[in-house]
């Protein structure tokens, strides 16, 4: 597992500023949840972390080595600093196997013998041992959007950034994308989530960072943030949410 801290990260399109000089720490094992209305920068802020967007000035450290150097290859980073997004951009054509597979096998350059055992492990342990063969049109939004985890987890990841993955889902299967969360969180992953979930919020995070037009306005322990929070603006927020 690693640790992974930003300073004074900004991000801007066109004209536009996203994110306002983040600065954000998160340590080995710990869960941190990104809180705040659409558009408040979570998404971007994430896509930041593992430079699917490139930052406009500041810095990106994991575990010391400044990640977000102009013309850095990103793949190495990827690797390390896996994600989930709302849509589970699985293959229509390929198997939930091979979707996770696929990967791997081209990066990692595992073979399909090698890599089988501890897939269909991660498959037993969330639930889709059965489905491991289905193809995603023959899967519910919530059993696609484990398979989509699952591949993410295919590349064994030390950081785990999940953006508002229960968004698109129906109530009812929220729940099974959450119990992998805490799957997880129980095994240790260091992981960054953007989501309205705030009751998982509460329940699991170690810290929770209330964002506000590409600010970080207030962070500190679910506690704090939701019984007693500092800033008129998280009040605000969490009066129209709770």
């Known amino acids: 597992m690693a640790d992974l801290k930003l300073e004074n990260v900004q991000k801007a399109f066109g004209d536009n500023p996203v994110i306002r000089g983040i600065d954000l720490t998160i340590t080995k094992g710990e869960m941190v949840c990104l809180i705040g209305a659409s558009g408040s920068g979570k998404s971007t802020l994430l896509r930041c972390m593992n430079l699917l967007e490139p930052i406009d000035d ?3 450290f994991l575990d010391g080595t400044d990640i977000s150097e102009p ?3 990103p793949q190495p980073v990827r690797q390390r600093i896996g994600m989930v997004f709302q849509s589970y951009n699985l293959f229509p054509h390929m198997t939930a196997l091979d979707n996770a597979m696929l990967a ?3 990066i990692l350059g595992g073979s399909r013998a090698q890599l089988r055992p501890a897939l269909e492990e991660m498959f037993t342990r969330f639930g889709l041992h059965d ?3 289905h ?3 023959q899967l519910s939004g919530g059993q696609q ?3 989509a985890i699952i591949r993410a987890l295919a590349m064994q990841p030390e950081i785990m950034l999940f953006d508002e ?3 698109a889902l129906d109530p009812e299967l929220v729940g099974e994308v959450l119990d992998v969360l805490r799957d997880l969180r129980s095994q240790g992953m260091t992981m960054v989530l953007a989501t309205h979930e705030m009751g998982f919020a509460r ?3 170690d810290k929770v960072c209330f964002l506000h037009q590409g600010r970080i306005l207030e962070q500190g322990p679910p506690d704090q943030i939701f019984e007693a929070p500092n800033e008129e603006r998280t009040k605000a927020f969490l009066s129209r949410v709770l």
Do not use: C, H, Y
Request: hydrophobic fraction near 30%.
């Open 165 to 167: 993955i229960t968004s």
């Open 135 to 137: 193809f995603p049109d």
């Open 71 to 73: 013309g850095k290859d």
């Open 104 to 106: 791997p096998r081209r």
């Open 203 to 205: 329940e699991l995070a």
């Open 58 to 60: 500041g810095n990106i």
């Open 131 to 133: 489905r491991m063969n």
């Open 145 to 147: 959007q484990r398979v």
